[in-house]
């Protein structure tokens, strides 16, 4: 049998547009290396946060305009504003077919806001049913629409860390007048056959608490949290798609609880992970684990095959959604000390986003520098059609989807998670579109 | 002590634990340390430990026993860090050697089976008592909630001789390493083989000789015996590679992946020669197939389910599995999300791994239980045994499909 459409990369950008290729009936299959990003996501999907020179986003899909304006070279600058937007709905349906339901903002065009592990706050699209982002107004300007916020950990568990948090968000301007808290909560953990919290990570200490365990978390939080508008604890309550162990919670205690993210492995990003496959296993696509592609065979503007070095897989179409360096979708390569680092996309080698127009160095001292690190915008570059080229010829049956994307900075923007989904279904439509052409 | 200076094995040893970023992509994929949070893990048990255990063999952990050697952290591992054989190396340098009469018993399998030759029925019957099984369990440890898998009547290599003679007419041939389940416990699996391959045009042979692969002594602690028989095995092997096969076969996910990688990786046993000519049954069923060689198959109208085995996502192959798979006209074929059955081998047949074995595979078994499948596909005989004893459904191999496609009317 020969693919219609064969998927390089199981991650957020491969499963949407394998998701997408099946669902519109397609014969297809996603070949997956290892693991991908999304074991250290945190389940949320951001689309765009922040422009440089401009405040903060609150309507993401208006501000793709400006944003396309600034940088032609952007992703979204491909796609434009309302197929983004059509995207990321669709998204939104797919999840929710699969019982993960993502939180939207009462008006589905805008930004919420979310607590990170650190205690920043990201503006986010799509939150996870456990995190509950809140509202744009409640951290605008100055005010906060809260008077005070409790971070509780479960004692021992190293992996998130409510004094870094609460310093974290005590520097945000809205929460100058915040009262921050924080204390440790003491488990047995009936599951844990007798390991401490300290040893173990998040998923690990979701599966080592019991029902003893959650009624000490209800009892202890009911007696020391009375006044708090938000209590905020690690996600370390539900490992599968719901979230009905922290709903409990909720209303045993009548407090605001949310989870958040933790140091990976992060349990709200291996559900996210999950739920992807699940939908797409239930609309008859196949994921092919353990086989790492290395290298592509072009003839002309077309790909032939794809192989692993030992064997060779033969389809119509091609999406490329390797992702970034971590996933060896881009390799940095420096061939002495003295020599600038080269990028190289090791499939096809296909063009990237030249540095012709970058001033700055492949990457700043500064860990967290304010204007980011420019590596992280390398990557893969597309022509006008939106095609991806070698030596600047323009291939046609290969889309190439999600980090392995140059021309956009996932971390400075908060755009990852919108820009894998987006350009995933970009690259599902465009094979669709070429399939059912040939068909008629 | 020294924290920069190694014990005296250190400057030999293994160093692709230097090579972990700490990211826990292992850790967010092993099967065991969900079900028993007191495992710290591939991450802290394999590079981490390592480094410590380099220091001094007083930082060995104890809970390094509940590994089951699945190798989903290999898989996960974006710095290619052999983090299972860390791991089974370490159990076996550092741990209790001590002689076991329950891990000898589990372990040698083709002593075991041997033994039954001619006695499988009694065999079969008093294994399956409760008064044997309460026995076991308490005499030896061997969990008496565990089904053992029957043995057959008559081994392979006894039903094989009555079609031997015809595999030489066959222009082209394959040795087939069939293992020790294949001869005692599933001979008609062996028998399939022989089908498929023969409609392809190609003679089967057996190694002149074949032991256990060692997956189980390796498992058990039985490392200079598992040694022994890949040494033996290697160089059958390699005889029959030179007397005219073109390759050697396996119907096991785990044997192929032992003789083929293990050998040298993990064993030190060289096998160069016939390293690049080990295929497990899919991988060259798959080759034949695309390369034209492809038997005519009548529709086999069955909805299967289909369970990737550990050892076969680890050596690449569920790709070639997949493929003979959607090349059967008439199959309803859906993949199972991808998820450790829990046996693991011998692991799962140990009283106290019982509980986390059933633990593991639980989304499994449900997830098959909901599939509504005729049948369970699947590469490995262990997870056979598993599936078989934890759900309502019979388990076939890929090869038993082929058979069937090429038998049924």
Not at chain 2, 198 to 214: H, P, T
């Amino acid at each position: 049998m020969i693919h219609e459409c064969l998927i390089v990369g199981g991650g957020l950008a491969g499963l949407t547009a394998g998701i997408r290729c099946a669902e519109a009936g397609l014969k297809v299959a996603v070949v997956s290396g290892g693991e991908s990003a999304l074991t250290f996501a945190s389940g949320s999907i951001d689309v765009l946060g922040s422009i440089p020179g401009q405040p903060v986003v609150r309507r993401p899909f208006d501000a793709i305009d400006c944003l396309a304006e600034l940088s032609p070279g952007h992703p979204y600058a491909k796609i434009g504003r309302e197929k983004v937007f059509q995207s990321l709905g669709w998204f939104h349906g797919q999840m929710a077919e699969v019982g993960l339901e993502l939180g939207l903002a009462s008006d589905c065009r805008e930004n919420q806001w979310r607590i990170t592990a650190a205690g920043s706050l990201r503006p986010t699209w799509l939150s996870q049913p456990a995190t509950k982002a809140m509202p744009w107004e409640c951290f605008h300007g100055d005010g906060a629409c809260l008077q005070k916020v409790v971070f509780v950990n479960i004692t021992g568990f190293l992996d998130f860390m409510p004094e870094l948090a609460m310093c974290g968000l005590k520097q945000h301007p809205s929460f100058r007048s915040v009262a921050v808290e924080h204390f440790n909560i003491n488990l047995p953990l009936e599951h844990g056959h007798g390991a401490t919290a300290d040893t173990m990570r998040a998923p690990q200490l979701a599966s080592a608490m019991g029902d003893r365990d959650m009624d000490i978390l209800a009892r202890v939080l009911s007696e020391r949290v009375q006044d708090a508008e938000l209590v905020v604890m690690p996600a370390c309550f539900d490992p599968d798609l719901g979230c009905n162990r922290l709903q409990k919670l909720r209303q045993r205690t009548g407090l605001n609880i949310i989870d958040i993210a933790t140091l990976p492995p992060s349990v709200h990003g291996l559900r996210l992970h999950k739920a992807l496959r699940n939908r797409f296993r239930a609309l008859g696509g196949f994921l092919i684990p353990g086989t790492e592609v290395r290298h592509g065979t072009v003839d002309g503007d077309r790909v032939m095959s794809v192989s692993t070095g030992e064997d060779l897989l033969s389809a119509d179409h091609f999406i490329l959604a390797s992702g970034s360096f971590f996933s060896k979708g881009l390799q940095s390569v420096k061939e002495s000390m003295s020599d600038p680092c080269s990028v190289q996309e090791p499939v096809f080698n296909l063009d990237l986003h030249s540095w012709a127009d970058q001033p700055k160095d492949f990457s700043s001292h500064q860990f967290l520098a304010p204007e980011g690190q420019n590596f992280v915008r390398s990557g893969v570059a597309l022509n006008q059609s939106g095609q991806p080229m070698v030596a600047g010829k323009g291939l046609h049956n290969l889309h190439v989807s999600g980090a392995v994307l140059g021309g956009y900075d996932p971390v400075q923007e908060c755009s990852g998670g919108g820009v894998a989904i987006s350009t995933g279904w970009q690259a599902a439509e465009n094979v669709i579109c070429q399939v059912k052409g040939q068909q008629v | 002590m020294n924290l920069f200076s190694l014990n005296g094995s250190g400057q030999n040893h293994d160093r692709s634990f230097d090579r972990c970023l700490k990211c826990t992509a292992c850790s967010s994929q092993c099967p065991v340390s969900l079900v028993r949070p007191d495992y710290p893990g591939p991450k802290q048990c394999g590079p981490d430990g390592e480094r410590l255990r380099l220091k001094s063999p007083e930082f060995m952990d104890d809970a390094l026993k509940y590994c089951t050697g699945c190798k989903r952290c290999e898989v996960a591992c974006p710095s290619n860090v052999r983090i299972a054989d860390i791991i089974a190396t370490a159990k076996q340098k550092y741990g209790d050697n001590s002689f076991k009469l329950r891990e000898f018993l589990l372990s040698h399998t083709d002593l075991m089976g041997g033994l039954t030759r001619g006695s499988a029925p009694i065999v079969n019957k008093i294994t399956s008592l409760k008064p044997t099984k309460i026995l076991m369990d308490r005499g030896l440890g061997i969990d008496q909630r565990r089904s053992f898998p029957a043995y057959a009547t008559k081994s392979f290599r006894s039903t094989f001789k009555s079609v031997a003679s015809r595999q030489e007419q066959h222009a082209r041939k394959v040795s087939y390493f069939h293992g020790c389940f294949v001869n005692f416990n599933d001979p008609q699996l062996g028998m399939d083989l022989v089908t498929v391959l023969n409609a392809m045009n190609i003679g089967v042979r057996l190694l002149q000789k074949e032991k256990c692969c060692g997956v189980p002594l390796v498992a058990n602690g039985f490392h200079d015996k598992a040694r022994a028989n890949a040494e033996f095995n290697t160089s059958f092997c390699e005889q029959a590679l030179e007397s005219g096969s073109e390759r050697i076969v396996s119907s096991s996910s785990s044997c192929s992946l032992m003789l083929r990688e293990d050998y040298p990786d993990m064993l030190g046993v060289k096998n160069e020669k016939v390293q690049s000519r080990i295929s497990f049954i899919t991988r060259f069923l798959a080759g034949e197939f695309e390369a034209g060689n492809k038997p005519e198959m009548k529709p086999v109208n069955l909805k299967v389910a289909y369970h990737s085995p550990c050892h076969l996502i680890k050596a690449g192959g569920v790709l070639h599995t997949l493929k003979l798979l959607w090349d059967i006209p008439g199959l309803e074929l859906q993949q199972l999300d991808s998820n450790c059955c829990g046996i693991a081998g011998t692991y799962g047949f140990k009283k106290e791994n019982y509980e986390t074995a059933q633990g593991i595979g639980e989304p499994l078994f449900q997830q098959i239980e909901e599939s509504g499948c005729d049948f369970v596909v699947t590469d490995c005989e262990t997870c056979k045994m598993q599936v078989e004893m934890s759900t309502s459904k019979k388990v076939l191999h890929p090869v038993n499909l082929l058979a069937r496609s090429l038998m049924e009317e």
